[in-house]
């Protein structure tokens, strides 16, 4: 369970840090800068919420 644990915490910090450089470019984006980055971050998002996903899916199997 610790294991678990750790993955879920370091899902919720990289979850949080994509957020916040989502918004940055979204906020670019909306002031009529074009970032090439938009992409990278929505697939990381992506990625980060199908391991939190997986994570909840593995605790509820080891819960009673």
Request: no cysteine.
């Amino acid at each position: 369970m610790r294991e678990v644990l750790r993955d879920v915490m370091q899902a919720r910090g990289q979850a949080q840090r994509i957020g916040v450089n989502l918004n940055q470019a979204v906020a670019a984006l909306n002031s009529g800068e074009v970032s090439s980055t938009v992409q990278w971050y929505a697939r990381s998002a992506a990625q980060t919420v199908r391991k939190l996903d997986e994570l909840a899916d593995e605790l509820r199997r080891r819960l009673p």
